[in-house]
């Protein structure tokens, strides 16, 4: 592994790791009780970047590698 996955790993790791500590709203907010205020709005926000930064991880590195023809 190259220092760019490595880091990319790292910075994938954080982002889930911080969900942990908004376990409580998570579930609150996917149980359908959205209130609306600022804090909700900013948990929203961080769950469709983590959503996305994973999508986009994942993208980079399942596709196939090209292999060469000798």
Do not use: C, K, V
């Amino acid at each position: 592994m190259d220092a760019e996955h490595l880091q990319a790993i790292a910075a994938r790791d954080q982002l889930w790791s911080s969900l942990r500590t908004l376990l409580p709203d998570i579930e609150r907010i996917g149980q359908g009780n959205f209130e609306g205020d600022p804090r909700d709005q900013q948990i929203i926000q961080l769950l469709a970047r983590i959503t996305l930064a994973e999508l986009q991880y994942r993208a980079e590195h399942s596709a196939p590698e090209s292999q060469e023809i000798d």
